[in-house]
């Protein structure tokens, strides 16, 4: 039997340099629960070091985890990786951080990357920068990604910056994206009159959240149970699965 749940599946935490001092796991967790989530997945800028314990925290709240991170590619774009287990993107995080030129974080610059523990006090920083491209196209991350079982897709596809569609201009057929992401504000059926080529694929919304007050539904989903296989087929409009975007 189906059943429908609200999802938002793209979080950051105080690890992401951009994210709020208050983005922690239990704020994020606690957050998303009142307002109805009940799938979330946790996205850090090309880390994975907070999912863990996000995910441990989790257990004891009626919200789903989906592991998963956003990644940037040496062309610049921004994409959505998501995971079945921590093991998996754990994994693809060493891909990722063996790709990272070695800079040191400016925290008066970016803001400091904290890692938490399961009191959700700050017990560490990352001192390697995270918002920077790692040294992967976009085909060879998302190779990355579907060898551990992950699905992918580029996000906020409407921004200037960091877009599949500001930096190539086109989205590359053969890589066959299950789903495409734009950010909270964009109009679809603007994006669509803009874009003819957007109308054969299925469009996601996210939070893209950074701030507590962002997190939201941002999807309605009819899944068999919340896993990332239900989720795909979802995507894809599989087996009686569907997505939904609320506007």
């Known amino acids: 039997m189906l059943k429908e749940y609200q999802a938002d599946f793209h979080v950051h935490t105080v690890l992401s340099p951009c994210g709020d001092i208050i983005m922690t796991p239990q704020n994020i967790i606690d957050t998303a629960q009142a307002r109805g989530i009940d799938i979330l997945a946790v996205t850090d800028h090309n880390s994975a070091e907070n999912l863990r314990v996000t995910m441990e ?3 004891e709240s009626k919200i789903k985890i989906i592991p998963g991170m956003e990644v940037e590619t040496k062309e610049g774009i921004h994409l959505i990786a998501l995971f079945s287990d921590l093991e998996q993107v754990i994994d693809f995080q060493k891909i990722i951080y063996n790709n990272l030129p070695s800079v040191k974080n400016n925290e008066d610059l970016f803001g400091p990357q904290l890692i938490t523990n399961n009191q959700d006090k700050f017990i560490d920083r990352l001192e390697r920068l995270l918002l920077i491209s790692a040294n ?3 085909e060879k991350i998302v ?4 060898q551990r079982n992950g699905v992918v897709y580029p996000a906020h596809i409407d921004r200037k910056e960091y ?5 190539l201009g086109f989205i590359p057929a053969e890589i066959d994206f299950p789903v495409l992401e734009v950010s909270k504000h964009a109009s679809i059926s603007d994006l669509y009159n803009r874009f003819p080529l957007l109308r054969s694929y299925q469009l996601v919304r996210a939070s893209d959240a950074h701030y507590l007050h962002d997190i939201v539904p941002n999807l309605s989903l009819k899944l068999a149970e919340p896993t990332l296989e239900e989720i795909l087929l979802a995507f894809r409009r599989e087996s009686g699965r569907e997505v939904e975007v609320i506007e």
């Open 143 to 146: 190779n990355e990604v579907r």
């Open 136 to 138: 992967l196209s976009l």
């Open 163 to 167: 877009s599949i569609l500001t930096n």
């Open 57 to 59: 925290l989790a257990e």
